[in-house]
């Protein structure tokens, strides 16, 4: 199988730093931290109601649900990122207005059964994918919303932005 080592600081723009810093340093299989961190996110959201997981801590934030789907729809995005990088795709890829992709996620909306499902097949895919390539595809890099990237970076970056949104779902809206 090929190496996803811990990617190097000129593998991913510095934005991301603070994802990475989230990965235990003591993780070296990334895919196995990430098939352990999506079954603990999918039990997470199991021990939550529909009424539970529409809770906003302030307003005009996101609820439970739309973390939810804002982790599936970055997840997804990465992945593509991951693929297109990895087959030598050389063009640019495009950023996301996170909050615009949330206001149109219809996540909230949406019973939260099918959303954990959802992210479980998400997270199940992208590893099947990830398993797929071989060390050339892993160590290509591309660029996306104007920084360059390798497709090793980027199941780690995975892992820490989901790590970032749990805590944040831990601290700033009582669950986990």
Avoid at 56 to 82: C, M, N
């Amino acid at each position: 199988m090929a190496d996803f080592a811990r990617p190097t600081a000129e593998e991913f723009d510095s934005y991301y730093q603070t994802y990475l810093d989230l990965v235990p340093a003591d993780v070296t299989d990334i895919l196995k931290h990430l098939k352990k961190q999506g079954l603990e996110m999918l039990t997470l959201m199991r021990t939550l109601d529909d009424s539970r997981a529409e809770y906003r801590y302030q307003p005009e934030k996101w609820s439970i649900k739309e973390v939810i789907g804002h982790l599936i729809d970055t997840e997804r995005l990465f992945a593509f990122r991951a693929l297109w990088f990895a087959r030598g795709e050389p063009g640019e890829q495009p950023g996301m207005d996170e909050n615009l992709w949330g206001q149109n996620s219809n996540a909230h909306t949406r019973e939260l059964p099918t959303l954990w499902r959802e992210q479980h097949v998400c997270r199940t895919d992208h590893l099947y994918l990830f398993r797929s390539l071989d060390q050339t595809g892993i160590d290509r890099a591309g660029s996306a919303n104007g920084s360059g990237m390798t497709a090793r970076a980027i199941p780690w970056l995975i892992a820490g932005h989901e790590r970032h949104h749990l805590n944040v779902l831990k601290e700033r809206y009582g669950v986990g």
